[in-house]
């Protein structure tokens, strides 16, 4: 992998002529189906559920109540696959109502993120439990030293200011002369993928020619339910990548800038320090996970707008309206679906007896639109009351990089509806759907100038 990845330099213009001169050769040859779902044609997965989940976990909810064992691949009559491997031997729940799913994230005492990942955590497995499953102190303390040392609110501002903001304009002006030539785009290959893979290869170093192969390694490095040995392979061929990124930098002397890895170096607090293992281990984990999700949620941005045009035309006309947009997006298609966790102790939810050592799914998408927070939660609306929703979690486990993800959203609809005014989809609605279960995106969004 060393041989197709190399170290950008880190003050250098964002978007040279090189790197433009070839962005549309490396933009085209991303293989469709890494812009699909991860999921849908899972074994054990019903296709149905994966097209339209929250109709069966409605039914489900309404029939069974807010929390249901899962029994024979299935929670009620709804089949779906163990999705982050976890040991059936011991008792399994799917968590469907809003206010039960909160309950759950916020109670540290019962529920536990330590093994909450399953085999999905353990493909990776290199020594270190990071953050995403650690609990207690370890978990405040290292917190702490990413929100106030590295991923800092200055920090998260230059980045949006410096790479985020051009990368969005540059993709969109570069749709909008397709538009101009009386071409159509699409919104998963043209804008989601690479605005994610250049914003977050910006903060490391990897050039543009290195997308395809990144994004795949990163895909199969998280997918150790479905395949642990080719997740295996993945997590190591990264590890070995970043490892080598590190030690030639630190070698140079090169780890006193504003990249990610400079910042983990320099970052201390309360006599705290990243170790060279550690950084490595959080630049392999972070940045492709900051990849998977953030881009579907992007796509998921774009297939929400251009499925409603009045809403579309709402924010090309009203800027104030964007931030209220971006959040009703998060809650009615999240590109995440799922959250995990263990009952560290025999424990009841929501009436429900959970022996410890149960595995928990809160099954979040389907509480975004619980019908007892949100009566018209099926419905998209961009003008919605805002209230909180659950795609990013709530409490101590909250998403770390939450705010790093909306500076992409933001820019991304901001791009759309300034130099996009006119765009509308160049496909019947019914034609188009997203998929998935854990992971959830459109298979497509093609649009036109219209």
């Known amino acids: ?101 909160r309950a759950m994230v916020m109670d540290k005492e019962n529920f536990i993120n330590g093994g909450a990942y399953g085999t999905h955590a353990e493909a990776q497995n290199a020594g270190i439990v990071t953050v995403n499953e650690l609990d207690g102190a ?21 980045l949006a200011e410096n790479t985020i903001g051009p990368t969005a304009d540059y993709l969109v002006q570069r749709i909008r002369k397709k538009f101009d030539r009386g071409e159509q785009a699409e919104l998963c290959r043209d804008l989601a993928l690479p605005l994610l893979f250049v914003s977050m290869a910006r903060i490391v170093g990897l050039p543009l020619t290195g997308l395809s192969r990144f994004v795949s390694l990163g895909e199969k490095a998280f997918n150790g339910p479905r395949d642990f040995a080719a997740a295996q392979q993945a997590a190591a061929e990264l590890h070995d990548y970043f490892t080598e990124v590190y030690e030639r930098r630190r070698a140079a002397g090169d780890l006193d800038g504003g990249d990610l890895m400079s910042l983990m170096t320099q970052a201390e607090r309360d006599g705290r320090k990243f170790s060279a ?3 490595v281990i959080y630049c392999r984990f972070l940045l492709p996970a900051g990849i998977e999700t953030t881009w579907r949620q992007v796509a998921n941005i774009a297939y ?59 099954i979040f998408m389907a509480a975004n639109r619980d019908p007892a927070i949100w009566p018209d939660g099926h419905l998209f609306d961009i003008r919605r009351e805002r209230k909180p929703h659950l795609t990013f979690s709530a409490g101590t486990h909250a998403c770390m990089g939450q705010q790093l993800a909306r500076q992409s959203f933001t820019h991304a609809v901001r791009a759309l509806t300034q130099f996009l005014p006119d765009m509308r989809l160049a496909a019947p609605a019914e034609e188009l759907r997203t998929t998935g279960y854990i992971i959830r995106c459109p298979d497509k969004v093609p649009v036109m100038a219209g």
């Open 138 to 158: 370890e978990h405040r303390m290292m917190r702490r030293l990413f929100e106030a040392e590295v991923l800092s609110r200055q920090y998260l501002i230059d």
């Open 277 to 279: 293992h550690e950084i």
């Open 1 to 101: 992998m060393s041989s197709k990845l190399a170290i950008s330099d880190a003050d250098a213009p964002l978007l040279t002529d090189a790197l433009m001169a070839e962005m549309d050769e490396v933009i085209e040859s991303i293989p469709d189906y890494q812009l699909r779902s991860v999921d849908h044609h899972m074994p054990g997965l019903d296709p149905a559920v994966s097209i339209d989940p929250w109709s069966n976990f409605d039914a489900l909810r309404a029939e069974r109540g807010d929390v249901v064992p899962y029994e024979n691949g299935c929670y009620g009559n709804v089949q779906v696959y163990n999705g982050f491997g976890h040991d059936l031997s011991r008792p399994n729940f799917a968590v469907m109502g809003f206010s039960t799913i």
């Open 304 to 362: 929400a707008l251009a499925l409603h045009p009045d809403q579309f035309q709402a924010l090309v006309d009203d800027p104030s309206l964007h931030a209220g947009a971006i959040e009703e997006v998060l809650r009615w298609l999240p590109s995440g679906s799922v959250l995990p966790r263990i009952a560290d102790k025999d424990t009841v939810l929501a009436g429900v007896e959970i022996p410890a050592g149960s595995s928990m799914c809160g």
